[in-house]
C-alpha cells in the first residue's frame, strides 16, 4: 500500500513529465481545476487560472522535443495535515532553471496540485551549449 509520501511522488512524477513533454493531459491529471500558477521574479505578479495556464503550455516546445537534459528534482515534502502537502521541486526549460512551490490537497482520492507559486533563474541555454 502507499503511503501519502509515495503518492506525492507519483503524482510529482506525472508533473515533471508533463512539463518536460509539455503535455497538459498529464498535467490536468494532477492540477486541480482551480489551481493558482503565480511568480513574482520578474518584479511583477503573474497570476494565472489553470485555464489560462494550459494554453501557455500547449503553445510552447517540449523540452523533450530539444532533447533538453531533464533537471527534475524533489527537494523537499512537508505534510501539513493528512490532506494537505507542500512540496519544493526544481526543473528547468529551455535557459530558466525553475525553484516550484506546489501546495497539494487531496480530493476525491487523490493528491492535486491546488496552487503553483514559483521562482526562476537564467541559465545558459543547455541546447546551445
Not at 500558477?37 to 494554453?55: I, N, R, S
Request: charged share 20%; aromatic share 10%; proline share 7%.
Amino acid at each position: 500500500m502507499q503511503t501519502a509520501f509515495d503518492e506525492i511522488v507519483a503524482a510529482l512524477e506525472i508533473y515533471f513529465d508533463g512539463l518536460y513533454h509539455s503535455d497538459t493531459r498529464r498535467l490536468a491529471q494532477v492540477f486541480h481545476p482551480q489551481a493558482i500558477y503565480a511568480c513574482a521574479t520578474e518584479g511583477k505578479l503573474l497570476h494565472l487560472t489553470v485555464d489560462q495556464y494550459f494554453p501557455v503550455v500547449d503553445k510552447r516546445p517540449a523540452p523533450a522535443s530539444r532533447n533538453e537534459p531533464r533537471a527534475d528534482r524533489i527537494l523537499s515534502i512537508e505534510f501539513a495535515g493528512p490532506v494537505t502537502a507542500l512540496a519544493r521541486v526544481n526543473c528547468a526549460i529551455g535557459p530558466k532553471a525553475f525553484t516550484d512551490l506546489l501546495t497539494f490537497v487531496k480530493l476525491d482520492g487523490r493528491w492535486q496540485i491546488i496552487a503553483k507559486v514559483f521562482h526562476f533563474d537564467l541559465r545558459p541555454d543547455p541546447v546551445a551549449g
